[in-house]
DNA sequence: CCGAATATCTCGACAAGTCGAGTATCTCGG
DNA sequence: CCGAGATACTCGACTTGTCGAGATATTCGG
């Protein structure tokens, strides 16, 4: 295989990669009763940590008025707490719950231990191949 | 860095790139005007190749008369095709539209050429410990 | 202090998606 | 052939999620 045809190989085992994690998420979402903007949402506390209802209305494209209800459902359910910021009262602090999110990443358990599998045959000099390249992927 | 210390910042950016990549396709699902359900089709029928209305109502969780529903939508909107199996006319078999997935990609288009250039940076070696590490976790 | 601006929440109306039961068409074994 | 089973589709009722306008609470500048 030369480099252009490794790259190539690359972006569609990638492609690969996120359809079949979209999937997932999609089904784990569903099993546990959480709606399309509920994940999402939940996907953004986790990105970014701690966020106020504005913000996540911004990033959702959603209307803070639904937004209120999305947080009432996740926090219903245990997912976030809201927390009223002491230095601006007007402001609330939505944080995910981590036991909670420990909870969900149960959910995800396979496909971690597949990765822990495929990467215990890797030795130091690919791991860190590996890692360069994710850290690079992710812009971080 | 040691190989466990690798190991788990492999680990975490697989999650930070799977949340950025459910997050990604959901907004571009919405800018296209694309439901939940509707996407998560195209996403089945992206990895699995076309399959029966009957198949992806399996797949989904959803009923038949739900998915014909979402057929319809995606057909009107030029995604996928209907055609019916001439070995056995009460099948349907639904596959994607190759110009409309294409143009689909186009929203993809700053993600791909970030990861072109993450791997312009690789030597043809390295390039192979990336490759040989996707396809063993896409399992193929 | 006071008025304007900001942040969140409330709630009735509306839109979208889904179910479920029934219908139409087709296949296959006897 | 014919009846049972399989496959997809139709459509009315219902659930869910979302919007949008207004209400409430808080901050900030002058």
């Known amino acids: 295989m030369s480099a252009d045809e490794l790259r190539t190989a690359i972006q569609r085992s990638t492609l690969r990669f996120i359809a079949s994690a979209v999937l997932h ?4 979402a569903q099993r546990v009763g959480l709606g399309a903007s509920d994940s999402q949402l939940l996907s953004l506390l986790n990105l970014h940590g701690p966020l106020t209802p504005g913000r996540l209305a911004e990033h959702t494209g ?16 245990g997912f976030v707490r ?7 009262r007007r402001r609330v602090l939505v944080t995910p719950v981590p036991e ?6 149960e959910h995800y358990r396979e496909h971690a231990e597949h990765l822990d599998a ?9 791991l860190r191949v590996i890692a360069d ?6 812009g971080s």
């Open 62 to 77: 959603l209307t803070t008025g639904t937004v209120t209800g999305v947080i009432d459902r996740l926090e219903a359910a």
């Open 133 to 138: 390249f994710l850290a690079d992927l992710t």
């Open 25 to 28: 998420n999609h089904a784990v």
């Open 82 to 88: 809201r927390e009223r910021d002491t230095a601006d």
């Open 118 to 126: 495929v990467l215990a045959a890797r030795d130091e000099a690919q």
């Open 100 to 105: 909670a999110m420990a909870a969900l990443g």
